[in-house]
């Protein structure tokens, strides 16, 4: 099989293949550290786990950074309205961004890079693009990216013009620029802001110079994968070809470009002044389960747009309960189950394999999580009020392996076996009912319920199931 995706960069679904052997590079943009994470986050960085869990479990070796934009405008401005240092700021937000990460299991990123740890890198790019020619200095202001003297660019986006609603920074804007859209990747400092020495003027750095400062330092001039959400493609992404471009003059910068499409809650874009602002602390406080948001954003095709509602995730939560259940079914036993008497080979185990086959099969194609979640559906939901002989819990194991690995579930750990004595008390429960002992049988459902587990009867006998 061969993992195949979207390139933003030549508008086609192109076979993945590495510069370098079984190695695969990948770069994501990371968060600005001055608030908490929100939803359209948990979809760019669940949607871009997922698709490195996938290319690693396509046996290449995967090393996954993440910038952490440290230093910015927003950042500076939040701390002076929290009246703390710019510092305690970002180290507070960068700790909860983590947290975020870790309880929606988005695991997989190998480096997170800090924009300040990399100033020297940074200030190494801009010296290389002011001795180049490419960029220049403006008084009192900072320096700046020249673009007239880059041909190629537009070439990520097909445009070259800024819109309302792109993605900017305050400190691209000047009078004093030579093109309009030339942007800074060097902002001379005020006096109460944070400043860093260099050769050309102390300052602090722009937004696209850190992504390819800190890139150039882990993979060098070239890579594999730029990910990102779908908004930072112009100028964001397009800046970054144009600065790394300019100073190595290797083409292409990267190989493949992907992106993540536009998460709108109620139908309405996100915004905190239309009231539908919701960050992925809040709506775990509301009682979700994390991993059903990352089911939820897993459902839709991570290139197109996700309408979020409530509603919309409580399906999902669903989705992942009876998951859990049918996870749960590799650890009823005989002992558990009255009737033996069901056939003990048919095709089940078989149609198992073939379900783990038939998802990786859609995922290799540019990472079609909603077919792959049908296609587990299906055979899932052959399974439901039934019971596993052995072969067919083995072949169960086997995709529900699958499932977390790549898809991050992690159906296999939040799905612990019961305890013998809760597996005695159901015998108990089972016996009592059969000899029409009512009040054993209740007395004994009700021990079986406290340790958080419920017990149907199903025509095999009983199937113990996870409250959740
Ligand atoms: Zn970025």
Request: charged fraction near 25%.
């Given at each position: 099989?061969?993992?195949?995706?979207?390139?933003?960069?030549?508008?086609?679904?192109?076979?993945?293949?590495?510069?370098?052997?079984?190695?695969?590079?990948?770069?994501?943009?990371?968060?600005?550290?001055?608030?908490?994470?929100?939803?359209?986050?948990?979809?760019?960085?669940?949607?871009?786990?997922?698709?490195?869990?996938?290319?690693?479990?396509?046996?290449?070796?995967?090393?996954?950074?993440?910038?952490?934009?440290?230093?910015?405008?927003?950042?500076?401005?939040?701390?002076?309205?929290?009246?703390?240092?710019?510092?305690?700021?970002?180290?507070?937000?960068?700790?909860?961004?983590?947290?975020?990460?870790?309880?929606?299991?988005?695991?997989?990123?190998?480096?997170?890079?800090?924009?300040?740890?990399?100033?020297?890198?940074?200030?190494?790019?801009?010296?290389?693009?002011?001795?180049?020619?490419?960029?220049?200095?403006?008084?009192?202001?900072?320096?700046?990216?020249?673009?007239?003297?880059?041909?190629?660019?537009?070439?990520?986006?097909?445009?070259?013009?800024?819109k309302k609603d792109d993605a900017q920074t305050r400190i691209d804007e000047s009078d004093n620029k030579r093109g309009w859209n030339d942007f800074c990747i060097w902002k001379f400092s005020k006096p109460s802001e944070p400043v860093w020495d260099a050769p050309f003027g102390a300052g602090r750095p722009g937004w696209h110079i850190e992504d390819t400062a800190i890139s150039e330092h882990f993979f060098g001039p070239q890579y594999d994968i730029h990910g990102g959400?779908?908004?930072?493609?112009?100028?964001?992404?397009?800046?970054?070809?144009?600065?790394?471009?300019?100073?190595?003059?290797?083409?292409?910068?990267?190989?493949?470009?992907?992106?993540?499409?536009?998460?709108?809650?109620?139908?309405?874009?996100?915004?905190?002044?239309?009231?539908?602002?919701?960050?992925?602390?809040?709506?775990?406080?509301?009682?979700?389960?994390?991993?059903?948001?990352?089911?939820?954003?897993?459902?839709?095709?991570?290139?197109?747009?996700?309408?979020?509602?409530?509603?919309?995730?409580?399906a999902a939560q669903n989705r992942l309960h009876n998951w859990r259940n049918i996870a749960a079914l590799r650890h009823q036993t005989h002992d558990t189950l009255r009737n033996d008497d069901d056939k003990s080979t048919d095709d089940r185990s078989v149609s198992l394999y073939a379900t783990s086959q038939a998802a990786l099969e859609a995922l290799n194609d540019d990472m079609n999580t909603p077919a792959a979640l049908t296609i587990i559906d299906d055979a899932f939901?052959?399974?439901?009020?039934?019971?596993?002989?052995?072969?067919?819990?083995?072949?169960?194991?086997?995709?529900?392996?699958?499932?977390?690995?790549?898809?991050?579930?992690?159906?296999?750990?939040?799905?612990?076996?019961?305890?013998?004595?809760?597996?005695?008390?159901?015998?108990?429960?089972?016996?009592?009912?059969?000899?029409?002992?009512?009040?054993?049988?209740?007395?004994?459902?009700?021990?079986?319920?406290?340790?958080?587990?419920?017990?149907?009867?199903?025509?095999?006998?009983?199937?113990?199931?996870?409250?959740?």
């Amino acid at each position: 099989m061969t993992l195949r995706l979207y390139n933003t960069l030549t508008k086609k679904i192109e076979d993945l293949v590495p510069r370098d052997k079984d190695k695969i590079n990948l770069f994501v943009c990371g968060p600005t550290v001055y608030d908490l994470s929100h939803l359209g986050h948990a979809k760019t960085y669940i949607q871009m786990d997922t698709m490195a869990r996938l290319i690693r479990h396509n046996d290449y070796e995967l090393f996954y950074l993440q910038n952490i934009t440290d230093i910015d405008d927003k950042i500076i401005v939040r701390s002076h309205q929290k009246n703390i240092n710019w510092q305690e700021l970002r180290t507070n937000f960068q700790d909860e961004y983590i947290k975020d990460m870790t309880s929606l299991n988005n695991t997989s990123v190998t480096e997170y890079a800090r924009a300040t740890d990399y100033i020297d890198d940074i200030t190494s790019q801009v010296r290389r693009l002011i001795d180049g020619g490419h960029a220049y200095t403006i008084e009192n202001d900072g320096i700046y990216f020249e673009i007239s003297t880059f041909p190629e660019y537009g070439k990520l986006s097909g445009r070259s013009e800024i819109k309302k609603d792109d993605a900017q920074t305050r400190i691209d804007e000047s009078d004093n620029k030579r093109g309009w859209n030339d942007f800074c990747i060097w902002k001379f400092s005020k006096p109460s802001e944070p400043v860093w020495d260099a050769p050309f003027g102390a300052g602090r750095p722009g937004w696209h110079i850190e992504d390819t400062a800190i890139s150039e330092h882990f993979f060098g001039p070239q890579y594999d994968i730029h990910g990102g959400a779908v908004d930072l493609i112009f100028p964001h992404h397009e800046a970054e070809i144009t600065q790394m471009e300019s100073i190595s003059g290797l083409v292409p910068m990267v190989g493949y470009w992907v992106h993540t499409g536009f998460l709108t809650i109620d139908s309405e874009k996100m915004a905190k002044s239309a009231n539908n602002f919701y960050t992925i602390r809040e709506v775990i406080e509301k009682g979700y389960n994390p991993l059903a948001i990352r089911m939820f954003m897993l459902q839709s095709h991570y290139r197109s747009a996700i309408n979020f509602s409530f509603e919309n995730l409580d399906a999902a939560q669903n989705r992942l309960h009876n998951w859990r259940n049918i996870a749960a079914l590799r650890h009823q036993t005989h002992d558990t189950l009255r009737n033996d008497d069901d056939k003990s080979t048919d095709d089940r185990s078989v149609s198992l394999y073939a379900t783990s086959q038939a998802a990786l099969e859609a995922l290799n194609d540019d990472m079609n999580t909603p077919a792959a979640l049908t296609i587990i559906d299906d055979a899932f939901s052959r399974l439901s009020n039934t019971r596993l002989d052995d072969i067919h819990q083995h072949a169960l194991t086997e995709l529900l392996l699958m499932i977390d690995t790549v898809l991050g579930l992690e159906l296999m750990t939040t799905t612990p076996d019961i305890s013998d004595s809760v597996k005695r008390s159901i015998i108990e429960r089972q016996q009592s009912r059969e000899r029409q002992d009512w009040n054993v049988s209740d007395n004994m459902r009700s021990v079986i319920e406290k340790s958080g587990i419920t017990v149907r009867d199903t025509a095999h006998g009983p199937v113990w199931e996870y409250v959740i």
